[in-house]
């Protein structure tokens, strides 16, 4: 009988986390969600702790999954967004985490541009740092949702074939995806035009494809990510209208899938590039599920890191 353990203070990415430590937070994540759409069954886990989410890049479902899943363990919650925040006056992030710090927070959700960020801030300061993305290096949280609803699509990820379909290059949920997904043992394949997809993933573990029909026609999971055109300084395509010819998914291209494959998204969606509306809002798509799954999965998270607890699991 094996014991595992939760002993990081800090969640930063995947790469570093251990099969038994993903397994730790879905399953930790799995307890949690019974208890998410009953407000009466908020527990206290965190009462009197302080989180503060320092988001300095646009977020819809991070920062309010987060912000949910705090207050879901009966913690006290601030959000600061870049403009609301001194950062536009001058200061430093390391600057604005000590303050944040010394005002009482007891962790610190970071989303930031730049890779690093957020092992930057670990270093720098005491409290627990959440990474909820540091530029095109790591968006640890996503990727946890949606292997956790693959999981619960597919079960076990052991040998199951998951496709990260768009742009790869500039894309922190591939990267995360990437690690996680083969750490248990998943095979992953990375498609899309060669320009957003380099062969040098595949010393990362993955498979590359450029040709969309081949890599759909196996897939168990399509994971679509949308063009970061925030990210990207020069066209690495003709037109949005040329990439969606050639690699937007819709009803018709997904009959290339398996009957029973499903379809992620991390979101934001691009209607009408990378996906088209008739397919986003089909049977297939697990992409609201995922978005609800990263409620109990954040609420994993923050119990681990900010309450500095031991997770241990018979198996
Ligand atoms: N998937 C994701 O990170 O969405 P937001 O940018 O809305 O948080």
Not at 232 to 245: D, R
Not at 274 to 287: M, Q
Request: glycine fraction near 6%; charged fraction near 25%.
């Amino acid at each position: 009988m094996e014991v595992k353990q939760w002993h990081r203070k800090s969640l930063l990415g995947l790469e570093e986390l251990s099969v038994a430590e993903i397994e730790c937070i879905l399953r930790q994540a799995a307890q949690f969600k019974e208890d998410v759409p009953n407000p009466e069954r908020k527990t206290d886990h965190l009462s009197g702790k302080r989180i503060v989410n320092l988001f300095l890049e646009p977020s819809t479902r991070t920062r309010i999954a987060f912000e949910i899943a705090a207050k879901s363990l009966s913690a006290d919650v601030i959000s600061i967004t870049g403009k609301s925040s001194s950062l536009t006056k001058g200061e430093t992030l390391r600057d604005t985490a000590m303050n944040v710090q010394a005002l009482g927070a007891d962790a610190i959700v970071v989303r930031h541009s730049s890779a690093g960020s957020s092992l930057f801030l670990s270093r720098t300061i005491d409290v627990p740092i959440i990474n909820a993305g540091d530029g095109a290096h790591e968006h640890p949280s996503q990727a946890l949702l949606d292997m956790f609803t693959l999981q619960e699509n597919l079960g076990s990820l052991r040998g199951k074939k998951i496709t990260i379909l768009g742009d790869i290059l500039f894309s922190r949920v591939a990267r995360s995806n990437l690690w996680g997904l083969t750490k248990m043992g998943a095979e992953v394949t990375l498609a899309g035009p060669s320009t957003l997809v380099p062969k040098q993933f595949e010393e990362m573990g993955a498979r590359v494809s450029h040709d969309l029909r081949e890599s759909l026609a196996d897939a168990d999971a399509v994971m679509l990510l949308r063009i970061q055109h925030e990210r990207q300084n020069s066209t690495h395509f003709p037109s949005l209208a040329e990439y969606t010819t050639m690699f937007g998914l819709n009803m018709e291209r997904s009959k290339w899938l398996k009957p029973d494959a499903i379809i992620l998204h991390p979101g934001p969606i691009n209607r009408g590039v990378e996906i088209d509306s008739e397919l986003a809002d089909s049977s297939r798509a697990v992409i609201l599920d995922q978005v609800k799954n990263g409620i109990a999965v954040r609420m994993a998270i923050l119990y681990l890191c900010a309450n500095a607890v031991t997770c241990s699991h018979n198996d």
